[in-house]
Structure formats: C-alpha cells, structure tokens
C-alpha cells in the first residue's frame, strides 16, 4: 500500500511560497512543531505538525528493521534519502503503527529522496504520485488496488518546482478504505524528489481533514540561500 523505502533498497490549498524564517515564526504562535532538514542538493525541506503528534527519524525506520545498523551505514543512507514518520498521537513506538495508513489515527511519510540517472531519465509528474503508494492512481499496477482520486492539480513554484498535489482514496480488496492527501514536488535539476503524505481510514480523515490539510499547507522546497 505504501513504502518508506525507496524502490531499489529501502494538498496544498495555496501554492504560495512561504519562506523558512515565516513559517518557523507561524509555528511557534500557533503550537506547531516546525521541521526542515538541508539536502546534498543544497535545498531545504520543511513542514509543521501539530505539538501533540509524535515523529520517527529516518535512523530509527531503519533501526527498527535493523538493530545492527551500523551509525556509519545510517548517515550513507542519510545522504540518498531523509525523512520521518509522523503520527497523529503519542506511541510506544514504529511496531504501534504497523498497518500505516490503515490506522484509525492519522500517519504520515515524508521522503527526501536524491534520484538515479536512470530516475532523472524517466522522471513525470506520474513518477511524483508514486513516491508513497509505489503506483499511479491513475493508472494502477495491480488489480487488486482500487483508487478513487477526490482532487488533484499541478504546479510550478518560484525557483522552478514542479510538483502537484493529491486527495485518493484507496481500497485494497475487500479491505476498509484509507484516504491520503499528499503534495510532492522535483527540484529543477530533477535530482531530488520530495513528498508528504498524511492518511487513515476514510472515518478517521474525515474527523482530523482540517489538520491534515494545515500539515499539507505547511510543505515546502526551497534552495538554500
């Protein structure tokens, strides 16, 4: 249903830019825990999540499917792919939330991801919507997926971003559905790809959709000054 790891190993209402310095000063008026790390691309990603949600770092994904990997092993890593796993309330830890989107309380992903030569080659704003369901909702690899997309749109952003944002609702078989709002953009030189997605059972999106949307809204790529 989704990954965190990338294939070969492991809705922005508004599209305007909203500057790291605005954002960090928006999130301490407003209870939000403000996020960004610095790429090898020399670019910055960022977002916000309500205080109350817990986050996992990209080292303890890994340590959780590898205790024995090594600190070296993890900043190689670090340097290909960054993100965290984000939940909408506190857990003992990665095993609580196990069924990903699947869960009654909202989860999320977000990657930093630096492409291949073979990715930079192919790269769409297809490739975009595959970066957390591992497959297109408009044209899907298996046939047991079935996806409803409630709202999608494309844009480009001040610096050259190009990117898009989407609402699907997926049904895996005869499972419960989950719905997932998520925005993913490519920086210019398409060398890195960035996402956030935020989801859960369509009945817990429906009661947490506001919140959902402000952590889409809060999402941004910008070069480093």
């Known amino acids: 249903m989704w990954s965190f790891a990338r294939s ?11 500057t790291l310095g605005a954002l960090a000063a928006s999130c301490s008026a407003s209870g939000l825990s403000y996020v960004s790390h610095g790429d090898a691309a020399g670019e910055s990603v960022y977002y916000a999540i309500p205080s109350g949600w817990q986050r996992f770092t990209v080292q303890q994904v890994f340590r959780s499917a590898d205790p024995r990997a090594s600190s070296t092993t993890l900043r190689q890593v670090e340097q290909s792919l ?15 939330v196990s069924n ?3 869960e009654g309380f909202p989860f999320g992903i977000v990657k930093a991801q630096a492409l291949t030569s073979a990715e930079q080659d192919s790269f769409s704003l297809a490739t975009l919507r595959t970066l957390i369901l591992q497959q297109d909702p408009f044209n899907p690899s298996s046939s047991i997926d079935h996806f409803s997309v409630k709202a999608y749109q494309t844009f480009v952003r001040k610096g050259g971003f190009r990117g898009s944002e989407m609402t699907v609702e997926e049904r895996v078989g005869t499972s419960s559905p989950i719905e997932l709002e998520q925005i993913a953009e490519v920086n210019p030189s398409t060398t890195w790809a960035y996402v956030l997605g935020v989801g859960c059972d369509v009945a817990c999106f429906a009661r947490n959709a506001g919140v959902i949307d402000s952590i889409i809204r ?4 910008e070069a480093t000054p």
């Open 218 to 221: 809060s999402f941004g790529v």
């Open 8 to 18: 070969r190993g492991w809705g922005r209402r508004t599209l305007a830019t909203i």
């Open 82 to 96: 960054w993100g965290n796993i984000i939940v909408g309330k506190h857990v003992a830890g990665l095993s609580a």
């Open 100 to 102: 990903g989107f699947s």
